[in-house]
């Protein structure tokens, strides 16, 4: 399949194509050569791009990027920028933080240790516990099975949402189910029966704080173990309607590939053999790390959900919405990320009900972005040394993190932001949109050569004028 990246706004929907591409690979280039700033045309404006802090597990992507300000002068600007920012009402109520990824040091904060709604900035916590607790390159199997010598045939789906119908769908580097059906037809030379699917595996799947509207204006739909297209109906379009019926559409798919009809879900009390099935033939989706930066570059809710029950089941837990919500919890504790105080109703934001702090999420992200396993990390002897080996040792897990943020006015759901502000292409932000909630929460490579971490949570806010106020307020970091 092509591989192309959407502007991802809520509003737009619409694919930026190969400008994009080039784009990343711009960014991914320079990043691996250790370059600084580079000029790309896009929109008819010229954007310079820092790369990524450098996501090599021995690399410290800030050691570069040390400046000669002292502290106190690095947090007297940062307040002078944040206190000039944050005066816009635009924000409703607002809970930040500024952190300094060198030190770890809380620059500027306000209200950052009281709880808010996070919106899709939530999912910032569920792909750092998910590289804390699962291998980057774990891959979710899609098993076509049968019943001893009957021609019919099970899909059983193990929480992969981003196959395709014919290996040109939405995700990147996604199991196509016309790969499936091959796979089928060459087991099972003599013709298939009907085509089931068995969606036993999750019990749940709506959140009830979720909205059905959501289905139609295209940002989620019912979390099944086995969907396409995470339940698009146009796989072209990031905003598409979703399917009221994403299970039964992949039996349906795979019935027409292989010319016979579908028989339905078998969790609907369709009867099977009482034998051990075989497995007549499987795909794997594309690897943990590639689907988290798809989640964070397009917010996929239903991917979000996904890979926090793949993280569940990892953990012995029911791939539930509370299941899930607890390994993401768990795990984060396990690693030195306490969420004291926080709420966690499911994985990707979209409830209402969740409750995290700024200081929450710019913990993770400063660890993401800190200096990892480089010189900090071995020049303390004993106890000490020990603690700062393992605080390395969960940067380096992180740093992954930092590749999928969307940059500002070139990918994901900051595409079509930041315009010609000074923080197009500097700012790397995961975004988030609730009704009078809104989020934008990453980190900055400042023109002075600072990372900064921040974290912009507005509530009680309308949805362009917070948004434009957070784009101000992190291109006013930029400018330090």
């Not at 990453?442 to 900064?452: A, D, E, I, P, R």
């Amino acid at each position: 399949m092509h591989f192309t990246l959407s502007s991802a706004d809520s509003q737009s929907g619409t694919r930026r194509g190969w400008v994009v591409w080039v784009s990343i690979l711009l960014v991914v280039l320079l990043a691996a050569l250790g370059g600084a700033l580079a000029l790309i045309s896009y929109n008819n404006r010229q954007i310079e791009v820092q790369p990524a802090p450098a996501v090599e597990r021995a690399a410290s992507p800030v050691t570069a990027a040390r400046s000669s300000l002292a502290d106190d002068t690095l947090a007297a600007k940062v307040t002078a920028a944040m206190d000039g920012a944050t005066a816009d009402t635009g924000f409703g109520q607002l809970h930040a933080v500024v952190s300094d990824a060198t030190t770890g040091a809380r620059l500027w904060g306000k209200d950052d240790s009281v709880v808010a709604m996070p919106a899709s900035s939530l999912k910032i916590l569920t792909a750092a516990a998910a590289l804390l607790g699962i291998d980057d390159d774990h891959r979710v199997e899609t098993k076509v099975l049968r019943y001893g010598e009957s021609k019919d045939v099970v899909i059983q789906g193990a929480g992969d949402p981003t196959l395709s119908a014919n290996g040109d769908g939405f995700f990147h580097d996604a199991a196509s189910v016309a790969d499936l059906a091959a796979k089928v037809r060459a087991a099972m030379p003599d013709g298939v029966g009907k085509v089931y699917v068995d969606t036993s595996l999750f019990p749940e799947t709506f959140h009830s704080t979720w909205e059905k509207q959501g289905l139609a204006d295209g940002y989620v739909a019912d979390v099944e173990p086995a969907m396409i297209d995470a339940g698009r109906i146009d796989p072209k379009e990031e905003n598409s309607p979703r399917s009221a019926t994403p299970a039964e559409d992949i039996a349906s798919v795979l019935a027409a590939q292989l010319g016979t009809e579908a028989g339905g879900n078998v969790a609907d009390g369709v009867a099977l053999p009482a034998v051990e099935p075989t497995v007549v033939a499987s795909v794997q989706s594309a690897p943990l790390h590639t689907r988290l930066r798809d989640m964070m570059l397009y917010s996929d809710n239903v991917l979000a959900e996904s890979i926090a029950r793949e993280l569940a089941v990892a953990r012995n837990l029911p791939p539930t919405f509370a299941g899930a919500a607890t390994a993401v919890r768990d795990t984060l504790a396990e690693h030195g990320f306490g969420l004291d105080g926080a709420i966690l109703a499911d994985s990707s934001g979209l409830s209402t009900d969740n409750r995290v702090t700024p200081k929450h999420l710019s913990e993770v992200l400063t660890a993401a972005a800190g200096p990892g396993s480089g010189q900090e990390a071995s020049e303390s002897g004993g106890d000490s040394g020990e603690t700062e080996e393992k605080k390395a040792a969960v940067t380096d897990a992180l740093r992954p993190l930092l590749d999928c943020l969307p940059v500002a006015g070139v990918s994901g759901t900051l595409a079509d932001r930041f315009g010609n502000s000074s923080g197009a292409g500097l700012v790397r932000a995961k975004t988030g949109t609730l009704n009078k909630a809104s989020a934008l929460a990453g980190y900055v490579v400042t023109k002075s050569g600072q990372v900064l971490s921040f974290v912009m949570l507005s509530n009680e806010a309308s949805l362009l004028p917070a948004r434009a106020a957070a784009d101000k307020a992190a291109s006013a970091l930029a400018d330090i």
